[in-house]
């Protein structure tokens, strides 16, 4: 139940901040983020079908030369600090 309430209060809540900014356009940034969501998930599966495997951005980030990435997000920590937790499993398991 705990999941469900913050779920629904995130909706709703981010629904009323959207409405107060956008007012008449809120159907349009409704749209726009529907848009984006499409095409995040219609990269996923173009993802999974070039590489054969599943498994979301870990699986993808593993199959490309993780060292260099790991190097980029560290030169970059700013830009890169949403994938940093991926960056450091994929650490812990090349060293198993």
């Known amino acids: 139940m705990a999941v469900g309430g913050m779920v629904g209060g995130g909706i709703f809540s981010t629904l009323g901040v959207v409405v107060g900014i956008a007012g008449a356009w809120t159907w349009l940034s409704f749209v726009a983020a529907g848009l984006i969501a499409l095409a995040a998930g219609y990269s996923y599966v173009k993802l999974t079908a070039y590489y054969g495997d599943g498994g979301g951005a870990f699986t993808f980030l593993r199959k490309i030369n993780v060292h260099d990435f790991r190097d980029r997000c560290r030169a970059h920590p ?3 600090q949403n994938v940093r937790p991926i ?10």
């Open 87 to 96: 960056v450091c499993e994929m650490e812990r398991l090349d060293m198993q």
């Open 78 to 80: 700013a830009i890169f």
